[in-house]
């Protein structure tokens, strides 16, 4: 199989609820969806595009392309199914791979054991045909299979990424429990920003967000901070193909004079950690950093600009007598200095919500890691109504 000219399934994977920004994400970029699900979502194309796809996308953790579906009831079927692939074609026989898998199968107890199931077929595969062996681990540097087993439905892919997609390559000192790269995007993406009016992100934190909006509005895609990927593993790969895409991201940057992208946080060694990130990200000249309490961030005079917190919300960090006062502010602070914005923010504890005090227009679900969490909005014009 030539694959990075044959067109087969490829499947993007995704955290739970990010699939409606990704599809916009694919969509933009010219692919028809096949079908969208909770964490991912469907088409059609060759390795070629999956190149494209994995330098594009912001929202996505993985891209995955299909090699073969088969039906697998025990761990020999699975090694049968496997070692007839043309891994010759696929691997380098003295080179290095990776397995992982999602398996749930009563025949399997643990998911290293099918991953190994999936490493002796392609070894032993390769040691036929060719007569030497490759390197395995863990690692996800070289080329990587992945493995999806459900009942008695299976199916083998190349996994085109190897090291997630999720995070951005550019933050250097986390911060105190900072939001992963890609929801912050998916929670941008889901806004009513148009990329060009202000975005106001106090509390920023390590400023993920702000980093991620002006990411977004300079049209900078996360594949100019990533020089590795799987598929550079994968036979018939060739440099060029990763340079004409890598030029494609190049050509598409733009140059902002007006934006304002304003983020503040009490914390001046939380403002040093985000102005490093924003270094690394490429875009710290777009971004102005305060250092004060959130109620004195500057707003520009403007209609449409947006206001977007991710506050503490108790479940990991912060007492909740404390933070209900804060959302009570952030509420005062949102009807009061905000008039002619739009309002925003993530949160995991609805009860905290409450404390807001204002109406939200649209509640948007979200995951952050395991905690349910909504990203609520506010339209903050003059006369917002409190909720009593």
Known sequence: MQVFTTQEKIIITCHKWLSPA????????????????????ELRGTMQDCIRL?????????VMYSLKQFTCNDPDELYNQLVSIQWENLIKADGYFSVSSNVFHPTIQTNLYANLRVKDAIVDRLRKETGKRPSTGSDLIGAVVYLFWKHEDAEVFIDTSGETLA????????????MLEALAAATILSTKWNFSAPFINPMCGSGTLAIEAALIASKRAPGLLRSNYAFMHVLGYEKTMFE???????????????????ASDISSSAIATAKLNATAAGVLD???FEVGDFEKTTIPIEQE???????EYGERLGDETELATTYARM???????????TGYIFTGNLDLAKKIRLKPSRRIEFYNATIDCRLLEYELYAGTKRVL
């Open 305 to 311: 600009g947006i206001i977007m917190f991710n506050p």
């Open 54 to 62: 994995n330098l594009h996308l912001r929202c996505a953790s993985q």
């Open 244 to 262: 004409i895409v890598r030029k494609e991201l190049e050509d598409q940057i733009k140059v902002l004079s007006n934006i304002k992208i304003i």
């Open 22 to 41: 990704l599809q916009k994400e694919v969509t933009n970029l010219g692919y028809p969806i096949i079908n969208v699900f909770q964490t991912g979502i």
């Open 167 to 178: 995070k951005h390559g550019y933050r250097k000192l986390p911060g105190k429990a900072p």
């Open 331 to 341: 509420g005062d602070f949102l009807k009061n200095s905000c008039r002619g914005y």
């Open 286 to 288: 777009l971004i102005e």
